[in-house]
């Protein structure tokens, strides 16, 4: 009786069991591509994407910048003011100025091609100029994204700015974080042996 007694006055259990499942641990995050830096070579995939001229004519990307140096802008979109602005200044350029560095000037926005022509009459952009409306090469780039304004083409789509070429070769890279984050022209002038250029007489883009 008393061994019975002893079994019924052992130690209470005192941790709590439940029906629950221990919660799964989070997934990982899926990392987003940075795209590629300077100094890396532009991968071959994303030098055969297509862009469209004014006439809605597919061209391969890697081909503007084969033979030689480029600075390649790439623009929110041709309703953004800022954007407008700078293109405004890069149609300042004179195309002697870019011929004596040996030098390409290339402008790519991301809507349809029917508004590069509008565009160019709006900024007096005479350059060359190009669109990837399904913003691939963008994407491909690392081009962030950021900003909610209503307008044509992806309005968060930021843009960025970067020298190529000869070939594949990619000598700088500024992605913009913000419509304000233009790299200043004249700095990306100077890194490509362009003569310096007088933007005065009109109000500055903003540069943060």
Do not use: W
Not at 136 to 162: N, W
Not at 195 to 208: A, E
Request: proline fraction near 8%.
């Amino acid at each position: 009786m008393q061994g019975a007694m002893a079994a019924l006055s052992v130690a209470p259990v005192t941790r709590q069991i439940s029906s629950r499942a221990a919660p799964a641990p989070a997934p990982a995050p899926v990392p987003v591509p940075s795209g590629p830096e300077s100094g890396q070579p532009l991968a071959a995939a994303v030098a055969d994407l297509p862009v469209l001229d004014v006439s809605g004519r597919r061209v391969l990307f890697g081909a503007l910048f084969r033979e030689r140096r480029a600075v390649v802008v790439f623009v929110r979109h041709f309703l953004c003011y800022i954007c407008k602005e700078y293109v405004e200044d890069l149609a300042k350029i004179p195309k002697s100025f870019l011929q004596e560095a040996n030098v390409t000037l290339i402008v790519i926005g991301q809507s349809s091609y029917h508004h590069i022509e509008p565009f160019c009459k709006l900024t007096g952009y005479s350059h060359e100029i190009y669109v990837d409306p399904e913003r691939e090469i963008y994407k491909r780039l690392g081009m962030k994204r950021g900003e909610e304004i209503a307008s044509s083409g992806d309005p968060a789509q930021q843009g960025g700015t970067l020298i190529l070429g000869p070939g594949n070769n990619i000598h700088f890279i500024h992605r913009d974080r913000n419509r304000l984050d233009h790299k200043p022209i004249n700095s990306v002038l100077q890194l490509v042996g362009v003569q310096h250029v007088d933007f005065t007489g009109r109000p500055s883009v903003i540069h943060v």
